[in-house]
């Protein structure tokens, strides 16, 4: 039986949750992450004209506009809008951004969101990954190096909320380990549309085994000279 789903009895002889505590340290990520294939910058203090300028170059020649489509925002429009846009961290509230740097360039940017730290819960959200860095070893570790600080600070919970329509970022949290946990109907309205929300989550006691998977995955030897994977994240994952 898997730990979350572990009850005991009180004095009433009623099912409740297993006892725990909140190990969860005071301060949330405030700090730059590196791996081997990128470097999530804190945004902090404002956004320096040369990662300004990089982001921009990546956003202005998106060949997707779609890309927009199911985030709270649309397409900026000028590289200063774009600026602002970071610096305010897209008016979302109490939220940890990074920049993603890949090469020496920003190819795009993630947060933290919706921290519940009375509970030890967090949200990986916001994320634009751009055309430079999609489906690639970049995003990945993006993924991972956020998972692995969320639990090594003591987080018992990292979710993952996206609009049900987006297809892609459904299969995408998939991918990255999430396990799917339901529909939010009517959860929200968006751009003057309804939206529907799946939730996606990774919980503390999965972690040892996807964080196993993902080293394996991102190390050098699982990729061939052309930088093509070997075997898929999922193929490093144990099977009941």
């Known amino acids: 039986m898997k730990r979350y789903l572990t009850t005991?009895?009180?004095?009433?002889?009623?099912?409740?949750?297993?006892?725990?505590?909140?190990?969860?340290?005071?301060?949330?990520?405030?700090?730059?992450?590196k791996g081997q294939y990128v470097k999530?910058?804190?945004?902090?203090?404002?956004?320096?004209?040369?990662?300004?300028?990089?982001?921009?170059?990546c956003v202005s020649t998106e060949p997707n506009e779609g890309c927009w489509t199911y985030l709270p925002y649309t397409a900026p429009q000028s590289r200063q809008s774009l600026r602002d846009s970071l610096q305010n961290l897209f008016g979302f509230n109490d939220s940890t951004h990074f920049l993603i740097e890949v090469n020496g360039e920003?190819?795009?940017?993630?947060?933290?969101?919706?921290?519940?730290?009375?509970?030890?819960?967090?949200e990986i959200g916001n994320v634009y990954f751009s055309h430079k860095m999609k489906k690639s070893k970049a995003s990945t570790e993006t993924i991972f190096l956020l998972l692995q600080q969320c639990f090594q600070q003591g987080f018992r919970r990292v979710e993952w909320k996206c609009d049900d329509c987006n297809a892609p970022s459904k299969a995408a949290a998939r991918r990255f380990g999430f396990q799917y946990e339901g529909l939010?109907?009517?959860?929200?309205?968006?751009k003057g549309r309804n939206r529907n929300t799946a939730w996606f989550s990774i919980v503390d006691e999965e972690w040892p085994e996807l964080e196993y998977a993902y080293q394996q995955w991102l190390s050098l030897e699982?990729?061939?000279?052309?930088?093509?994977?070997?075997?898929?994240?999922?193929?490093?994952?144990?099977?009941?």
């Open 8 to 33: 005991q009895q009180n004095q009433f002889g009623q099912n409740i949750g297993f006892s725990t505590e909140n190990n969860l340290s005071n301060q949330l990520i405030a700090s730059n992450l």
């Open 40 to 57: 999530l910058i804190h945004i902090v203090g404002g956004v320096s004209e040369q990662a300004a300028s990089q982001i921009w170059a």
């Open 106 to 122: 920003v190819q795009g940017w993630i947060a933290l969101l919706n921290p519940r730290l009375e509970h030890a819960a967090i």
């Open 184 to 190: 939010f109907r009517q959860d929200r309205i968006v």
């Open 222 to 240: 699982n990729f061939d000279e052309q930088g093509f994977q070997k075997q898929r994240l999922s193929d490093f994952l144990m099977t009941e």
